[in-house]
């Protein structure tokens, strides 16, 4: 069976048509990003559904992806549906991979703090050279980390992001950073599969870190169903 992969979404405005009225959407690069990599894109929008319902939403996935997005505190209700799931994902070793916001809110929900905005710290305006606009960035990554064995030691990648890592979360480990001491992934190595990384591997269709993901799908559903792989 193809692992189904649960993706986190925006909550917001958006247009289509003749209608203008609040979505749950996300870029189409990280569903098929997910279908690549041979999984099952399943889109989780943000919902008050509790930590029941984050409980039950986890319980039928294989994976999660915590996609990209606004800062934390900009969008409370899809922090704190995100923060649901994250925790339901924990309590059962669920695989996830973090991206940009997502590895953001993983060390903060950790108890660890963001440097409120990059640009200020020198050496650091390549992250987001433009609001909406990637740029190249090169990261060294540690070389016993999961991020290492999927992407190699050294790498360049997409990145769009004005905040970042500050004080580590309890329990991540750093495994890559850029130039300047700029953390760029984190992993637990005490959990299944769970790696926060500050880039954006979608953008590029890069699907080496989902790759990863879903090596990490158990070999059974919660059904009980049995993965063909």
């Known amino acids: 069976m193809i692992p189904l992969v649960g993706l986190t979404c925006y909550r917001q405005e958006a247009a ?7 979505a749950a959407l996300l870029p189409a690069t990280y569903v098929d990003t997910v279908a690549a990599a041979g999984g099952r894109p399943i889109l989780v929008p943000p919902c008050e559904s509790g930590p029941g319902g984050a409980a039950e939403v986890v319980a039928a996935l294989d994976a999660l992806v915590l996609v990209g997005g606004e800062d934390v505190g900009d969008n409370p209700l899809r922090d704190r549906s995100e923060l649901s799931l994250l925790a339901a994902a924990a309590a059962v070793d669920l695989p996830v991979l973090a991206v940009c916001r997502g590895h953001q809110l993983l060390n903060v929900q ?19 050279p433009e609001p909406g606009q990637f740029s190249p960035v090169a990261i060294e990554a540690e070389a016993d980390s999961r991020v290492a064995s999927a992407m190699g030691k050294r790498f360049t990648v997409s990145c769009s992001h004005h905040q970042a890592i500050d004080i580590l979360g309890k ?59």
């Open 110 to 128: 950790r108890g660890g703090t963001l440097v409120p905005h990059l640009p200020d710290l020198p050496g650091t305006e390549s992250h987001r």
């Open 171 to 229: 329990g991540l480990l750093v495994t890559a950073r850029s130039a300047g001491g700029v953390i760029e992934a984190v992993e637990d190595p005490g959990a299944a599969f769970l790696v926060g990384v500050q880039w954006h591997p979608e953008e590029e269709g890069d699907i080496r870190l989902f790759n990863a993901l879903m090596g990490a799908c158990g070999h059974r559903r919660p059904s009980g169903r049995v993965h063909q792989r």
């Open 16 to 22: 289509w048509g003749a209608w203008k009225r609040p």
